[in-house]
């Protein structure tokens, strides 16, 4: 019951449900997300945190660069709920407006920048 709390707490902010939203394109660094979001560094950095602790992403470190993905959906109690919720997320205004902004920065962005 604690880790579907966990769960339900990690969905219930509108920042954590715009960078999972960003995460259903794939794999991103924390500066992809920033630049997206518009959001300083240590913001994204402690809602990423929330999502892990949630087991709703994973994480990889490349040199000094994190890396986050979406979880597997097998791997939470609520697995039936996660494909759907990714579903759903990427038809908000917002997070169509946020993978716009990914998408935009991602072609501007130094092939080196954080790889």
Not at 5 to 31: H, N, P, Q, W, Y
Not at 62 to 88: D, F, N
Not at 91 to 98: I, K, N, Q, T
Request: aromatic share 4%.
């Amino acid at each position: 019951m604690k880790q579907t709390a966990r769960i339900f707490k990690a969905l219930a902010d509108e920042t954590r449900l715009r960078i999972l939203a960003l995460l259903t394109s794939g794999e991103l660094c924390v500066c992809d997300l920033m630049a997206a979001l518009e959001l300083p560094q240590s913001t994204v950095s402690r809602h990423l945190a929330t999502l892990r602790n949630a087991g709703l992403v994973v994480d990889r470190r490349q040199g000094v660069w994190m890396y986050y993905r979406l979880a597997p959906s097998g791997g939470t109690p609520l697995a039936g709920l996660l494909p759907l919720l990714q579903a759903q997320l990427v038809e908000l205004p917002a997070a169509r407006a946020d993978l716009q902004a990914l998408q935009t920065y991602l072609k501007q962005k130094d092939a080196a920048a954080c790889r």
